[in-house]
């Protein structure tokens, strides 16, 4: 088993920045990628970014340019910055782990508890 403990939403003005943080433990030489995903209230969970052991990063385009996703190795946890928040940004947001190969990710059923994330306009 893989779990998964975030932290770091809350409320921003637009125009703010978050940073959500991820940390995994348990089996974690099951996966070798992180991912993000949000939902926002009455829409399908979407994937936002996700990052590789290996390094790789990959967007959505509705966040390319605004958001960054990294891994702090010696902490074994993965961030989520989000920079030049929208309105749409407002979601509910949850870490996966997963496995990621080239640009796609496969996401296993590990899941994050979930952080809300609201943007005020």
């Known amino acids: 088993q893989v779990q998964l403990v975030e932290s770091g939403g809350g409320l921003v003005q637009a125009g703010g920045s978050l940073r959500l943080s991820c940390a995994a433990s348990?089996?974690?030489?099951?996966?070798?990628?992180i991912g993000w995903y949000r939902q926002a209230p009455g829409k399908q969970r979407e994937l936002v970014a996700h990052?590789?052991?290996?390094?790789?990063?990959n967007y959505a385009d509705s966040v390319k340019g605004r958001f960054t996703i990294s891994r702090d190795n010696a902490k074994n946890t993965v961030y989520l910055q989000m920079n030049s928040l929208r309105p749409e940004d407002t979601a509910a947001y949850y870490c996966?782990?997963?496995?990621?190969?080239?640009?796609?990710?496969?996401?296993?059923?590990?899941w994050g508890q979930g952080t809300q994330v609201t943007v005020s306009s």
């Open positions: 348990g089996s974690t030489f099951r996966i070798n990628a």
């Open positions: 990052l590789t052991y290996g390094g790789s990063t």
């Open positions: 996966n782990a997963g496995i990621g190969r080239g640009s796609t990710y496969f996401p296993l059923d590990y």
